[in-house]
């Protein structure tokens, strides 16, 4: 069974920059699959972040672009998310996801899921 666990969180002021990270069990052995960074903030509904598929297309919600980085490790089976320039509307729950498959976008039906990893941002 596929298991995704975050790490990386915290508290930073805005303008700081964090990395999460997302460890995953043998997913990339796959020929094809689909990971993603999704974050939720209190009273807002979960919102995709990035995405990355198996020959690294990445995708960016527009609200991110120029600022985060999705990456992957595969030596270390290990997904990315580089947050540069963060701002306090970036305060929220993330969570890694992944799924099976040649087609990728956050829109899919992400079939397994990280337990999520609390980013804050101050002003």
């Known amino acids: 069974q596929v298991q995704l666990v975050e790490s990386g969180g915290g508290s930073v002021q805005a303008g700081g920059s964090l990395r999460l990270s997302c460890t995953l069990s043998e997913y990339t052995a796959a020929n094809y699959y689909c990971v993603a960074w999704f974050r939720q903030a209190p009273g807002k509904e979960r919102e995709g972040v990035a995405s990355?598929?198996?020959?690294?297309?990445?995708t960016y919600a527009d609200s991110v672009k120029g600022r985060f980085t999705i990456s992957q490790d595969n030596a270390k089976n290990t997904l990315y998310l580089q947050m540069n320039s963060l701002k306090p509307e970036d305060t929220a729950m993330y969570y890694c996801?992944?799924?099976?498959?040649?087609?990728?976008?956050?829109?899919?039906?992400?079939?397994?899921w990280g337990q999520g990893t609390q980013v804050t941002v101050s002003s």
């Open positions: 990355l598929d198996s020959d690294g297309s990445a």
């Open positions: 996801a992944a799924q099976y498959g040649q087609y990728c976008s956050w829109r899919i039906d992400f079939r397994y």
